[in-house]
């Protein structure tokens, strides 16, 4: 069984820093069972770069050392498979219970959920113009299908304007999975408390 859903960059579910654009999640996809490989599609808009450079160690990473990767954290990924975070050649991925966060944004991370980074550690710069660049699918698994919103956040390179390259970070909202329970199992939880309660009277009305 295959399950797939499809994000669009829209307003009613994702919020997006629209002054400068940055690295954005635009599609997002969901295959498998049992385990399930999330996959998200990485915009680079028009006015940005991707500059390699060292992965984040720590948080929150300063906006103001251009020796860091350019990257992207999705917050809160419940039901993280241990290393089976991958991407586009060139880019680092690591899975870490404290987000790599730019020091100028606020995203919103769980205490004790998996967050995953990826980040741009070999390579050419990635050139933003004329039009944009896709950057290709960055993927984890999750014991998880269900999708809920929670935060992302990028870095790049301004390429064009007063603030011409100087490091521009983003954050806004992406889906990932949900560590709330599956309808199915649900009701199998709900099933089985059913079964404990039967039981409990059935032995006290043995032992009246």
Same mark, same amino acid.
């Given at each position: 069984m295959m399950k797939r859903?499809?994000?669009i960059c829209l307003f009613a579910m994702t919020l997006c820093v629209v002054a400068t654009a940055n690295i954005i999640p635009t599609n997002t996809s969901v295959t498998g069972s049992g385990t399930f490989t999330w996959n998200y599609d990485l915009q680079l808009s028009a006015d940005q770069n991707v500059n390699a450079g060292l992965a984040p160690t720590s948080s929150p990473v300063p906006h103001t050392n251009l020796t860091f990767a350019g990257f992207v954290t999705i917050y809160d990924f419940a039901g993280y498979v241990a290393g089976s975070c991958a991407g586009p050649a060139g880019w680092t991925c690591t899975a870490q219970f404290v987000g790599y966060t730019p020091d100028d944004v606020v995203p919103t991370d769980k205490t004790g959920t998996v967050n995953i980074t990826w980040a741009y550690t070999t390579g050419p710069t990635i050139l933003g113009q004329p039009s944009g660049v896709d950057l290709g699918t960055f993927s984890a698994k999750s014991t998880d299908s =269900? &999708?809920? =919103?929670?935060?992302?956040?990028?870095?790049? %390179?301004? $390429?064009?304007? &007063?603030?011409?390259?100087? %490091?521009?970070? $983003?954050?806004? $909202?992406?889906?990932? &999975?949900s560590d709330v329970p599956e309808p199915a199992s649900m009701t199998l939880m709900g099933s089985g408390m059913l079964g404990l309660v039967v039981l409990a009277r059935l032995r006290r009305q043995r032992g009246t």
């Open positions: 859903f499809s994000l =269900l &999708p809920t =919103l929670v935060s992302y956040t990028s870095r790049g %390179i301004a $390429n064009a304007g &007063p603030q011409v390259g100087t %490091i521009a970070d $983003n954050v806004g $909202n992406t889906q990932a &999975p």
